[in-house]
């Protein structure tokens, strides 16, 4: 197939080029990978500045993803690929087989800096979803940084920069510029923009920028802006909308008693047992309480106890309601996923778990009625929008970047139908703060990718 770029790809593909180290925020849908293969292919085979290029991406997208798109298109079908993962020794033959891109999970990086150490023969690397480096601790982060000097071009690809706010964004334009936009230390850039927020006596556990804010995310944005690009998907696709909708599921009285009382005894343990709830210990409780909330929990062996089947009977209900439509359905926690395969079970509809590219096919071709997955197995690369246009959220977790991923596995290039995001939530819960909690990171991810959008004059219309 001929790949024949929209402008703002055009734009995206030719800063690339003339940029050695550049991110590529771009949302979801407006094709980051086949913008850098065409990249790489310029640079390789009409600039001749590459030799040899890797790929950093999550498993999934790493084993068939870019693969697959390559072989797509025209041109760029032509770059030699050797996929980098399994075993020991399949992945050392991999690397030293004759290639153009080596493709490799991100938990093989700090393996990969071992095995070469200075011998590092990768002068370009393109990190997918860089979100997963924001972790300034993380070893992968210092490890591949720690090659800054042997790679001449670097490019980062994600939608969600900053899924937890501005400050995720320091370790990811560090691997870009060595500290030279936001400092040279994650310490230094949180004490120049950033105050404690929420804290204990002995430990902070948030920060916030400091006030006023917008001041401050402003002077962020325009130290951050010549290294990158962001654009938005509605301002470059026409795709249809995407309506958000919330199923109220009321507990019954014996499940909100439940509810309660593990709430308030979890709470009482906690302030009786330490003087500061910790991060750690609130967020086991926490844990605990959206799993009551589905209906089920976990005891200390991992056993699972069957509390109330509210959400269930919300949920079949609302299967009921989609009159044959299929669905998308998201799951939090293994007991999840087998109650809704039991409750599904007593239906004529075809259920099907997501495990691999079997499942992505048949649910495109129209074969599979509900299909289940957890939010993490199709955060990336993943292409379902032929097979429907409804998502229900079971189970939220508090994950801004998974949840956005996932709703954009159906609202995509490419998607027909308008796109109803079903959202079940339990009244007077933890799904409650959780939906609110994403919504309030949705804002600070918004002003990244609406502040850092390209000023282009002559790209301001839409490609054809």
């Known amino acids: 197939m001929k790949f024949t770029p929209h402008n703002y790809q055009r734009y995206c593909i030719d800063r690339v080029i003339a940029q050695p180290k550049i991110g590529l925020f771009l949302d979801m849908g407006l094709g980051k990978t086949i913008i850098t293969l065409s990249a790489i292919y310029q640079l390789k085979y009409s600039h001749f500045q590459v030799n040899k290029v890797l790929i950093i991406a999550p498993k999934k997208v790493a084993e068939a993803t870019w693969q697959r798109e390559a072989r797509k298109w025209d041109g760029v079908g032509i770059l030699r690929i050797s996929t980098v993962l399994g075993s020991l020794n399949k992945r050392i033959q991999a690397l030293n087989m004759p290639a153009d891109i080596y493709i490799t999970n991100r938990e093989n990086v700090s393996w990969l800096v071992s095995y070469y150490k200075n011998a590092w023969p990768f ?42 706010g ?22 230094a850039f949180r004490e120049h923009y950033f105050e404690p927020d929420q804290r204990g006596r002995d430990m902070v556990y948030s920060y916030k920028p400091k006030q006023p804010a917008d001041v401050t995310n402003d002077r962020i944005m325009a130290a951050i802006s010549p290294l990158c690009i962001s654009m938005k998907a509605d301002d470059y696709l026409d795709l249809p909308p995407i309506v958000y909708g919330t199923v109220p599921v009321v507990l019954d009285s014996k499940a909100q008693k439940a509810y309660d009382t593990l709430e308030k005894q979890a709470v009482l343990e906690l302030l009786e047992s330490q003087e500061e709830i910790t991060a750690m210990s609130a967020a086991a409780l926490s844990t605990k309480l959206q799993q009551l909330a589905n209906g089920a929990v976990y005891d200390d062996e991992r056993n699972v106890h069957v509390i109330h089947d509210c959400k269930i009977e919300a949920f079949m209900e609302l299967i009921e309601q989609l009159n044959g439509q299929s669905a998308l359905v998201f799951y939090n926690f293994k007991h999840d996923c087998s109650r809704l395969k039991e409750a599904l079970s007593k239906t004529n509809l075809t259920v099907r778990e997501l495990k691999d590219a079997q499942e992505e096919f048949d649910w ?18 993943l292409n379902l929008q032929d097979g429907g246009n409804h998502v229900i959220w079971f189970g939220l ?57 390209a000023r282009i004059d002559k790209y301001t219309k839409k490609g054809s």
């Open 364 to 381: 495109n071709e129209g074969k599979i009625d509900i299909l289940l997955a957890h939010p993490a197995s199709t955060a990336y690369g």
């Open 397 to 453: 977790n508090w994950s801004l970047e998974l949840y956005q991923q996932a709703n954009k596995r159906l609202h995509r290039q490419g998607q027909h139908e308008k796109v109803f995001v079903h959202h079940l939530i339990s009244v007077g819960t933890r799904d409650e703060d959780i939906l609110e909690a994403l919504e309030h990171k949705d804002e600070e991810q918004e002003y990244v990718l609406q502040s850092l959008k």
């Open 166 to 187: 501005l400050i995720d964004l320091w370790a990811q334009i560090y691997l870009l510029d060595r500290g030279q936009a936001l400092g040279k230390t994650y310490t």
């Open 123 to 164: 002068d370009m690397v393109v990190v997918d979803e860089s979100s997963s480096f924001k972790s300034h601790k993380a070893k992968r982060f210092k490890d591949l940084s720690n090659m800054y000097n042997h790679i001449k071009r670097m490019v980062l690809l994600t939608g969600t920069p900053s899924p937890n």
